[in-house]
């Protein structure tokens, strides 16, 4: 019983200085697909 879901994930950012790591987590996401 493995069903495939679409999952939708958003990355919200506080302020500019957030920027270096969001990057970093957006491209970890990247990797999962």
């Known amino acids: ?3 495939k879901k679409d999952v ?3 990355v919200v950012m506080g302020s ?3 920027l270096p790591i969001m ?3 957006a491209k970890i996401l ?3 697909g």
Do not use: R
Request: glycine fraction near 0%.
């Open 16 to 18: 500019d200085s957030d």
């Open 23 to 25: 990057t970093e987590a």
């Open 1 to 3: 019983m493995n069903k």
């Open 30 to 32: 990247e990797e999962f």
């Open 8 to 10: 939708l994930v958003s």
